[in-house]
């Protein structure tokens, strides 16, 4: 042994032993199919292998629909039913105080809701008035515009759900992967094909959408819902940054019309904004590009804890910058063009009011109340525009309808009696920028009512903030959304005004409802150059009773103390707390 090596061995056997380290336990696999393999992880991944979702259509046509509720099997009741659209409703009479407490089969009615998919919000008045038929006769009358362009019909019993589909299927509807780990309903801009200030037609992508991919068993066991916004409006109309997929319309400087891409996009409560990955969609790619996310999310996605499984997870860990390479390497084969952001939307994006058409016809943006209306509404609605030349109208993602190709000399008229149908196209601020959910009228999630408290609130705050209105001090676009549980299907943390429903304490120590407050959130619009999310402020809570009170006492301190040219999300972002309360 050489010196050098017996002075090493001396200097090792002085020197103090170190404890041996512990080794870290390996990582949790994610569930990614690309990476750990398709063994389900969990009881949702097991039964969605044992039998794809959309299966369960041949049982409840064959079997739940002739021997009723109560034959139903338990997994398809609560899991593959949601791929036809289906869910079991609350049953009523059940307190919010008790949604987290009681399992499903407590909380649940051998009724069901039933969401009728409108890709793109695209509806004749023969189908709307088909729609609002089965709503009177299967319905109770129920029907609701949802924010994502459906139409919900509830009191649904699964004996009439094959009548209902066969209905729907003979004008070109469906329930299809209306709900689900699936590709949700694509929104699309309302005034696609018609706009005077279109970039392009999104259209023939929708369509080609629906067609190719929607009902595909390839694509029909996701991680968790998918869900997509395509808008060829300068608008931005659809609220793609909320949104898992998203393209914007714009004019590329060399490459002409086409998309740029979005990409993570959700709220719940997690809330994250969606991505720009960077890229130019061509029109003729658009399809592909799209199959190709929808694809990264099925191989990719987390699905080990459904809480974590949204696509949005995996592009808070990737970034935009690897998610596109991957895109381009694994999926397209193609590199996609690199492209400038779409501009600042110049117009509102809801659509409300009396617009002209590039045909020369107009379109009406109307607003029912909160998105509720009834089925025999419904088939008045379409005998309506009928009677008035309209043939075609459109749902919107902000719980509007908007009437297509009205004459000149038939608007005023055509107003005049939609008012009388409960739908204004002349709104106030607060009708108009008001939407909820479905809450615990029927929603098993839910804590508190919803409808019936927007509603009230709007006629509160018109009659009471009058004075602003009539003097031009209000501002003319107000958002208040109203949430009955914490996970935002009415988009809370993006409103000037969210309201998240919860069970509040009160001084008798007897939990009443009511909500949390967001302030100052929003998305791309005339208004405000970005999305983002709105302010919490700590113990800013208020019971249902006291909502009118305490939106217009903010609403009048915002009037009085905003700066030259301030938005109400501007001022309630640098406003001090205690002007919040």
């Given amino acids: 042994m050489t010196d050098t090596a017996l002075a090493g061995a001396s200097a090792d056997e002085a020197a103090p032993k170190r404890p041996a380290r512990t080794a870290r336990p390996a990582a949790k696999p994610h569930g990614q199919w690309k990476v750990d393999g398709t063994a389900p992880l969990n009881a949702n991944e097991t039964w969605k292998q044992e039998d794809n979702g959309l299966n369960v ?26 791929w036809w659209g289906l869910y079991t409703q609350r049953k009523p009479g059940i307190d919010g105080g008790k949604t987290a407490t009681l399992e499903p089969h407590e909380l649940e009615d051998k009724y069901f809701m039933l969401r009728v998919r409108i890709d793109g919000g695209a509806l004749t008045t023969e189908q709307l008035r088909v729609i609002g038929q089965i709503s009177v006769d299967f319905a109770r009358g129920s029907a609701d515009l949802t924010d994502r362009q459906n139409i919900q019909l509830h009191w649904i019993r699964v004996e009439d759900v094959p009548e209902i589909w066969r209905r729907l299927e003979s004008v070109g509807l469906s329930t299809t992967e209306a709900c689900g780990d699936v590709p949700r309903v694509i929104l699309g801009s309302p005034v696609a ?16 959408l629906a067609e190719r991919f929607i009902g595909d068993p390839e694509l029909a066991n996701l991680p968790r819902k998918y869900k997509t916004a395509i808008t060829g409006h300068p608008s931005q109309d659809v609220v793609h940054e909320i949104n898992d997929f998203g393209l914007v319309g714009m004019v590329h400087p060399e490459l002409g019309a086409g ?3 979005w990409v993570g996009g959700a709220l719940s409560t997690n809330p994250m904004l969606a991505k720009r990955l960077g890229a130019f969609v061509k029109p003729e790619e658009a399809a592909e590009v799209w199959l190709g996310v929808t694809s990264i999310f099925r191989d990719y996605g987390y699905r080990r804890m459904r809480t974590k499984a949204r696509l ?26 690199d492209g400038p952001a779409a501009p600042k939307p110049s117009t509102p994006g809801d659509h409300v009011g009396i617009h002209e058409q590039k045909d020369g016809k107009f379109f009406i943006g ?40 009205v004459a000149k000399e038939q608007v005023e008229p055509l107003v005049a009696e939609l008012d009388t149908l409960g739908l204004s196209a002349r709104p106030s601020v607060f009708r108009r920028g008001t939407i909820a959910c479905t809450g615990i009228e029927f929603c098993k999630l839910a804590i508190v009512e919803t409808k019936v408290t927007a509603a009230t609130a709007v006629a509160e705050l018109e009659r009471r903030l009058a004075d602003l209105a009539d003097s031009g001090q209000l501002p003319q676009a107000l958002s208040l959304h109203i949430n009955g549980c914490p996970n935002s299907c009415a ?54 009773e006291d909502l009118p009170d305490y939106v217009e006492r903010v609403v009048r301190k915002f009037v009085a103390d905003r700066a030259e040219g301030q938005t109400f999300a501007e001022w309630a972002h640098s406003a001090d707390e205690g002007d919040l309360q």
């Fill in 193 to 208: 094909g018609i706009a005077k200030d279109e970039i392009i037609d999104p259209t023939p992508l929708i369509n080609e």
């Fill in 491 to 544: 988009r809370i943390q993006t409103a000037d005004i969210g309201l998240k429903g919860m069970m509040l304490p009160t001084p008798d120590g007897d939990p009443t409802p009511g909500f949390q407050v967001h302030l100052g959130g929003g998305l791309a619009s005339s208004s405000r150059e970005e999305a983002g999310l709105g302010r919490t402020v700590r113990g800013l809570k208020v019971y249902v």
């Fill in 57 to 82: 259509r041949e049982r409840i046509e064959s079997v739940y629909s002739k021997h009723g509720f109560d034959s139903i099997d338990g997994t398809d009741l609560h899991g593959r039913f949601r």
């Fill in 366 to 405: 109307a607003t029912p109340l909160a998105g509720r209306l009834s089925g025999s509404q419904l088939v008045k609605l379409a005998d309506t525009l009928e009677a008035r030349g309209s043939f075609r109208l459109r749902t919107t993602p902000h719980q509007k309808i908007v009437v297509l190709d």
């Fill in 259 to 261: 998309y740029d891409l």
């Fill in 312 to 337: 949005k997870f995996l592009l808070a860990d990737w970034g935009p910058e690897k998610f596109r390479q991957i895109l381009e390497d694994e999926y397209l084969g193609f590199k996609l063009s």
